[in-house]
Every structure is written in structure tokens, then in C-alpha cells.
């Protein structure tokens, strides 16, 4: 009986001792944020791609969730977008840029009970909003040069 006492004893502090690996690899996510190139935006609002890509046999239905710690970036906070199965989608994640310059965008995906799937990825994005209105106020000008141009050809002509 001693010796069973002894002998469950040791085999008690045995477990008590072993600690977990510190150090074991977790399997890749299956659902993730593919990174991609820095993103120019020349609008004021725009819905900019985040590409997710899904390695399950099935399709998924996730959330893609974006954040920015500058104020001139109004991000909405997720989207929810169903990727097919082995396959990749955008979602297209609506951005407000208050002001030009560039900023750094976090996105990440998690499941509708909140699970984060894969890692935060960081995405560049430059915000150039007046670019369009300059390029409009261009165009303008120049179809107003080329109409005069063709008005005062005609009256030369008539005239002539």
C-alpha cells in the first residue's frame, strides 16, 4: 500500500511538472487577410478592396474589421462579406479621407461570435481627395479654351 502511495505520489508531481511546449507552432489560419500593394485614393469616399482569402472546402461568411488611429481617415468599423470555398474575395471596406496625406489602415477577420481568424495586417493608404475636383476644374477649362477657340474660327470664317 506504501508503495502505491509513493508510486501515485510521484506520478502526481510528475504531471504537476510537465508545463506545455512554449514554443509549438499553431496550425496556419485557413481564413486571412491577403497582403497587397499600397492603396492611392483620389476621392473623397471610396470602397477600398481587402482581399480574403478562404481555404476551407466550404464557403465562410466573416467579418472583415478595419481601424485607423488618425482622425482625417473615417474607417467603417467591419463589413460582412461570405467568401467561397478555396477561393478569394474583396470586400470593400467604405473609407472617408478628411484631409490628403498617408495612413496606416489595420484590417483583420473574425467570425460573427468575434473569433480572429489569422493575423492584423497593415495597409498604406494615401488620400489625395482634391485631386478629383482639380482634374474636373481641368477638363472643364479646356473644353472652355477649345469652344472658344472654335467660336472665334467660325466668326473668322463668316466674316471672311
Known amino acids: 500500500m506504501k508503495r ?3 508510486l501515485l505520489t510521484a506520478l502526481c508531481l510528475s504531471f504537476l511538472t ?3 511546449q512554449a514554443n509549438a507552432a499553431l496550425p496556419p489560419a485557413q481564413v486571412y487577410i491577403v497582403p497587397g500593394s499600397d492603396i492611392n485614393m483620389v476621392s473623397r469616399e471610396s470602397k477600398v478592396p481587402i482581399s480574403v482569402q478562404n481555404n476551407y472546402d466550404r464557403p465562410i461568411k466573416v ?3 478595419a481601424k485607423t488611429t488618425n482622425p ?3 474607417v467603417q468599423e ?6 467561397p470555398a478555396n477561393s478569394r474575395k474583396d470586400a470593400l471596406v467604405p473609407i472617408t479621407a478628411i484631409s490628403a496625406g ?3 489602415v489595420k484590417v483583420w477577420v473574425t467570425t460573427f461570435t468575434d473569433l480572429r481568424l489569422g493575423q492584423t495586417t497593415e495597409i498604406k493608404l494615401t488620400a489625395n481627395p482634391d485631386i478629383e475636383l ?4 481641368g ?3 479646356l473644353i472652355a479654351i477649345l469652344l472658344a477657340l472654335g467660336i472665334i474660327r467660325m466668326r473668322r470664317r463668316v466674316s471672311a
Do not use: Q
Open 139 to 141: 477638363f472643364a477649362g
Open 4 to 6: 502505491k502511495l509513493i
Open 72 to 74: 482625417a481617415l473615417n
Open 63 to 65: 467579418r472583415v474589421h
Open 78 to 83: 467591419y463589413v460582412s462579406v461570405t467568401i
Open 102 to 104: 498617408s495612413f496606416t
Open 134 to 137: 482639380y482634374l474636373l476644374f
Open 18 to 20: 510537465l508545463t506545455p
